[in-house]
């Protein structure tokens, strides 16, 4: 199993484009999250998803979309990139409520 | 909505010494509490958890502790060593059925050999 897997590794944005972070798994699990760190900040949700098709947002939604189309993927999506998200992103999946969170290895993303 | 405290931001102690970190969350509806490390670089890894019906839970060197009515728990390490250099996350689920982890702000352990 690769287990969490996020894409790219690095990036760099202009303000104002767009742009993907994927993320997928194959631990067939149902629940899979966005987190964002910031420094002093801890890991800030983003979005989540239950399952396939279900979405919902977290606590720094704005700027951000997400989608569920299948059970291993969980993308996100950045709309218009502002310096303020300039961060790291992970995502994480888990099988159930109350079980360990995997996380992928991060993306750092800088936008200038 | 949840809200997780957790104290100190930094901590140093001598290599064989003992390490405590403590978290306070807002709901008292949360009922599950885990911990996670992460090193320089890479991802959080899980290498604790406790669920609300139990007050402490050990494994090795590491041990959490759960105070549901004072709504605070904390992180015991003992016999630190310098591989224990990391940031510690504590977290909190506040609501049954739903993803909302919300995580505390973290604090870096250095362990000083």
């Known amino acids: 199993n690769a287990g969490v897997t996020q894409t790219p590794k690095f990036q760099v944005l202009k303000t104002g484009q767009s742009m993907t972070l994927q993320c997928a798994q194959d631990?067939?699990?149902?629940?899979m999250s966005w987190y964002r760190q910031d420094p002093g900040m801890g890991l800030r949700l983003i979005h989540y998803?239950?399952?396939?098709?279900?979405?919902d947002q977290g606590e720094v939604p704005n700027g951000y979309n997400v989608s569920r189309s299948t059970t291993e993927d969980f993308p996100l999506r950045l709309l218009s990139a502002a310096p303020s998200q300039t961060s790291v992103y992970f995502c994480?999946?888990?099988?159930?409520?109350?079980?360990?969170?995997?996380f992928g290895q991060g993306t750092r993303l800088t936008v200038v | 909505g949840e809200n997780v405290e957790q104290h100190p931001s930094t901590l140093s102690v001598q290599e064989g010494d003992s390490a405590v970190i403590k978290c306070t969350y807002s709901?008292?509806?949360?009922?599950?509490f885990p911990w996670y490390k992460q090193e320089l670089g890479k991802r959080p890894q899980l290498i604790i958890d406790?669920?609300?019906?139990?007050g402490e839970k050990k494994d090795q060197r590491i041990a959490v502790t759960l105070n549901k009515t004072a709504k605070h728990f904390s992180l015991h390490i003992t016999e630190t060593q310098p591989e224990d250099s990391a940031v510690y996350f504590c977290?909190?689920?506040?609501?049954?059925?739903?993803?909302?982890?919300?995580f505390g702000t973290g604090t870096r352990l250095t362990i000083i050999p």
């Open positions: 994480a999946s888990r099988r159930q409520e109350n079980t360990e969170a995997f």
């Open positions: 631990m067939n699990h149902e629940y």
């Open positions: 998803s239950v399952g396939a098709g279900i979405t």
């Open positions: 709901d008292s509806a949360s009922n599950y």
């Open positions: 406790i669920r609300s019906n139990v």
């Open positions: 977290a909190a689920r506040a609501n049954f059925g739903n993803e909302k982890l919300t």
